[in-house]
């Protein structure tokens, strides 16, 4: 080709890539039919700036095809010059690189891809040269282990260096069997980066080797885990707190003084404690599966228990309930309860719990002192105290009726000399006799009467 653009010359291969006849091409021009619009521009730019190289220029412009296509060509030119060093002619020689270029930017392209997604899911690649000693990490491998990329290859020593000390013979010690048993590798270790922060990793790795069985390169993953350590270490924490407080709930439930006893919403029984039993009469193997209301509650206090349930469906809780149990031995206990409902992994269902205190004998002590307070020891008749409380009680409703009534006062004569002759014990047995004597003078309302105050 002149320096003008006329072309002098072309062969099949420039008609190839171009599309263009060879007599099109040397009618027309190479940079004119090639380089259209503002190609054309840059290409005789390029032309000029190359025009007084004296060595062979190598460099890549983009052509367009008959078709309108693009193709990448990489040229080689040589300037040649006269006697008078002016040049006369221009020798190019091309090679089309589209399909070279293309492969080159898709496999880029690939390899972007896969850093990324290899950064999101922190997993790295790595491959090892076993002959030469050397190791190719990806740009996340290197992330993982916390280096900067200063170099495409590191050594064995690098790689040793970057694993926590306590876990490099561990590591060195499983890749060494991998290799001599012929299996894939597969560990998880820590790493110690540079600034000291501990990370776990998990390493996967599969051996090749050459026609005599010997390795020749490891190829392989490594997987930062520290997450999934840390939260599986926390899951593991607070499971072990849970099974350490179950435990603890389990030990205060079962050595609890209180009977506790837990119900399906059917009634029949699922736990009871230690002290269920003991109040009870039967042990857990008798009353678990069995009908709770059934068992210990005697028929004559069933509709007051229906009474109870009903109240705790409106209500899933009830509190300060006294009933009346039937031990095993027939015994009958009063027991005050509180009960509430605990909801369970079954949607359909429910367990309540229990919580009883046998006030049996706490009962018996009120009314003990309540005899105490308002009866004579002695005579089991109405104190001074009574007394007085039935006669403000007796005039006031004599006044509202407009009754009358009338208070006669006995005495027992020489009852001091029968002391003090015969001794206390005689003098309480004649107060006891007169006080069962004027017992009976009583009419049977007025007996149901005293009985009905004070009970």
Known sequence: MKPDGETLY???AACRISGHSAERILADSWTALCYPGEKLRQIEKLVEDLASEKDVVDYVTTITNKKGEDRTVQWHTTNLF???????????????????????????????RLSVAQRVAQIGSWEIDIEANQIWWSEESYRIF?????????TKDDFISAVFIEDREAVSNAFTESLVNKVPFDMNYRVSTPNQSIRHVHALGENFYDKEGKPERSV???????????????????????????????????????????LYESGEVKHINKAGCEISGYSAEELKGKHFWDTLFPHKHQEQVTALFKQYRRNNV????????????????????????RST?????????????DVTDLKQSQQ?????????PLTGLPNRFNLSVRLELAIESAIKSGKTGALISI???????????????????????????????????????????WQ
């Open 10 to 12: 072309v062969n099949k």
């Open 82 to 112: 006269d006697s008078d060093d002016r040049l006369f002619e221009i020798i190019g020689v091309g090679k089309d690189i589209t399909e070279e270029k293309n492969k080159s930017l898709e496999a880029k392209e690939y390899a972007n």
């Open 146 to 154: 916390g280096f900067e990329k200063s170099k495409e290859i590191i």
């Open 220 to 262: 392989g993953t490594v997987r930062d885990i520290t997450q999934e350590v840390i939260q599986a270490s926390k899951l593991r924490e607070a499971e072990s707190a849970a099974r350490e407080l179950q435990e603890y709930n389990n030990h205060v439930v079962e050595n609890s003084p209180m009977f506790i006893v837990g």
């Open 318 to 341: 009830l509190k300060d309930y006294e009933t009346t149990i039937v031990r095993k031995n027939g015994e009958q206990r009063i027991v005050s309860w509180s009960s509430v409902n």
């Open 345 to 357: 992994d079954r949607s359909t269902d429910g367990e309540i719990i229990g919580v009883g205190i």
């Open 368 to 376: 003990d002192l309540e005899q105490l307070v308002h009866y004579d």
């Open 411 to 453: 005495n027992l004569d020489r009852f001091k000399n029968i002391n003090e002759s015969s001794g206390r014990a005689t003098g309480d047995r004649l107060l006891n006799a007169v006080a069962r004597r004027l017992s009976a003078c009583l009419r049977q309302d007025e007996q149901n009467l005293r009985t009905q105050e």
